[in-house]
């Protein structure tokens, strides 16, 4: 079994940063793409970037130059570093996977539990 783990979220002013976290373990060969959705109450669940294999990137116009994605491949580790936070940024944040168990074998989407981002004064 395949499970994603998330951490780091919190309790931030605007302006300030957070860190998120995402560890992936159990039974992976390999990992195509990870990224960060996140949903607000009341709006549909939102790409905000994602990282492939291969350490390509995209972003969400609406973080370009405040967050940066990152990877580390030997952990299986999935990182969410997010500066100058707005209160929009508010929202509950998952982790994704595109990963394969079996050497060759089909690829399958994988989700985290969430953690929950709240940007407030």
């Known amino acids: 079994q395949v499970q994603l783990v998330e951490s780091g979220g919190g309790l931030v002013q605007p302006g300030g940063s957070l860190r998120l976290s995402c560890a992936a373990s159990?039974?992976?060969?390999?990992?195509?793409?990870m990224a960060w959705y996140r949903q607000a109450p009341g709006k549909q669940r939102e790409l905000v970037a994602r990282i492939t294999s291969g350490g390509s990137t995209n972003y969400v116009d609406a973080v370009k130059g405040r967050f940066a994605i990152s990877r580390d491949s030997a952990e299986n580790t999935l990182y969410l570093q997010m500066n100058s936070l707005k209160p929009e940024d508010t929202a509950v944040y998952y982790c994704?996977?595109?990963?394969?168990?079996?050497?060759?074998?089909?690829?399958?989407?994988?989700w985290g539990q969430g953690t929950q981002v709240t940007v407030s004064s």
């Open positions: 159990g039974s992976i060969v390999s990992i195509y793409v």
């Open positions: 994704y996977a595109e990963l394969s168990t079996v050497l060759g074998g089909a690829r399958y989407q994988w």
